[in-house]
Structures are given as structure tokens and as C-alpha cells.
């Protein structure tokens, strides 16, 4: 039996249609909790170098730093400010989820939330009171999933077969 000739042809480049295929949902999910754990964590980083500048030019005494560094008040802009950038953090990660996977959307993106809501859980356990935390882990799984409906949706627009331009014409 003849072997075949060898391919010399050069290895197939990826089209821009492979790009859009579906990915693995442990990807998927780990591309979503790196935005939703990872950004929150860096703008709590950043708010909180801000936050230091702010109360250290304050004029406050040591002490005084100290306790305002220990606890943000929850009223103030800061962690207003921190809040609702989280929370968008949240709604991308779950939004990445959907957009990566393709199927099943809300059971990988319920994955995600759920690890993500137990990540919240455990690293906010000895800093925040109980009713507070809670409160922040449902909002972060409610984020979480609003972000996985807004990506199926994205998912389902591209899945449609483009509609005929309203000016072509009739025969």
C-alpha cells in the first residue's frame, strides 16, 4: 500500500470565525472569576492608597489614621465608590462567562457565582459584620448572573442570521 505524499503546505492559520467558537466551561469560568475576584480586588487596592493619602493629609492624629485606615465607613464615597465598581467587576466576570462558553450559559455562569458568592464568604468573614456580608455575597451572585444574561443574550443576537437590509429590492 503507497503512502501518501507528505503535506509540505504550511500549518492552517486560525480565520476569524475560530475565535468564536465555543470555549471549555472550566475556562470559562475561571476567565470570570479572575474579573469578577481579580478587579474587585485591585480596585479595593487602589481606593484603599487613596484613601490612606486622603485621611493622612486629613491632619489626624496617629491613632486617629489608624482607626479611620482599620474601618471605612460605609457611608462614605470610598466605599460607595467601591461598591458599585465591585459589582461591575461581578457583572463583567459573569458577562465573560457567557461569552467564552456559548451553552449553557447559566450553568457555568451558576458555577462561577457560587464560587464566586463562597470566595466572598470566606474573605470577607472576619471583617465585616454577618448581615453586611451576606447582603455583599448575594449582590455579588446577583451580579454575577446578571452579567451571564447579558452574555447569552450577546450569544443568541450573534447566533441569528443577519436580517436583509430594509432598502434592497423587491422583485
Same mark, same amino acid.
Request: proline share 11%.
Given at each position: 500500500? #503507497?503512502?501518501? #505524499?507528505?503535506?509540505?503546505? #504550511?500549518?492552517? /492559520?486560525?480565520?476569524?470565525?475560530?475565535?468564536?467558537?465555543?470555549?471549555?466551561?472550566?475556562?470559562?469560568?475561571?476567565?470570570?472569576?479572575?474579573?469578577?475576584?481579580?478587579?474587585?480586588?485591585?480596585?479595593?487596592?487602589?481606593?484603599?492608597?487613596?484613601?490612606?493619602?486622603?485621611?493622612? %493629609?486629613?491632619?489626624?492624629?496617629?491613632?486617629?489614621?489608624?482607626?479611620?485606615?482599620?474601618?471605612?465607613? #460605609?457611608?462614605?464615597?470610598?466605599?460607595?465608590?467601591?461598591?458599585?465598581? @465591585?459589582?461591575?467587576?461581578?457583572?463583567?466576570?459573569?458577562?465573560?462567562?457567557? /461569552?467564552?462558553?456559548?451553552?449553557?450559559?447559566?450553568?457555568? @455562569? @451558576?458555577?462561577?457565582?457560587?464560587?464566586?458568592?463562597?470566595?466572598?464568604?470566606?474573605?470577607?468573614?472576619?471583617? %465585616?459584620?454577618?448581615?453586611?456580608?451576606?447582603?455583599? %455575597?448575594?449582590?455579588?451572585?446577583?451580579?454575577?448572573?446578571? @452579567?451571564?444574561?447579558?452574555?447569552?443574550?450577546?450569544?443568541?443576537?450573534?447566533? /441569528?442570521?443577519?436580517?436583509?437590509?430594509?432598502? %434592497?429590492?423587491?422583485?
Amino acid at each position: 500500500m #503507497p503512502t501518501p #505524499p507528505p503535506d509540505d503546505s #504550511p500549518p492552517q /492559520r486560525p480565520g476569524p470565525d475560530d475565535f468564536d467558537a465555543p470555549g471549555s466551561p472550566l475556562r470559562a469560568v475561571l476567565t470570570g472569576l479572575a474579573l469578577d475576584i481579580g478587579g474587585s480586588e485591585v480596585l479595593h487596592i487602589v481606593l484603599s492608597v487613596v484613601y490612606a493619602v486622603q485621611v493622612s %493629609t486629613s491632619g489626624l492624629s496617629d491613632a486617629q489614621m489608624q482607626a479611620a485606615l482599620a474601618q471605612w465607613p #460605609p457611608e462614605s464615597v470610598y466605599a460607595i465608590l467601591g461598591m458599585v465598581l @465591585g459589582s461591575l467587576c461581578s457583572v463583567a466576570g459573569g458577562y465573560a462567562c457567557a /461569552r467564552i462558553v456559548q451553552h449553557d450559559e447559566f450553568r457555568s @455562569g @451558576g458555577v462561577m457565582a457560587a464560587i464566586s458568592g463562597l470566595l466572598s464568604l470566606a474573605l470577607g468573614a472576619d471583617q %465585616t459584620p454577618d448581615d453586611m456580608l451576606l447582603l455583599y %455575597t448575594a449582590c455579588t451572585v446577583a451580579c454575577n448572573l446578571l @452579567g451571564v444574561k447579558y452574555g447569552r443574550e450577546h450569544n443568541r443576537r450573534l447566533a /441569528r442570521p443577519a436580517a436583509p437590509p430594509a432598502d %434592497t429590492p423587491q422583485p
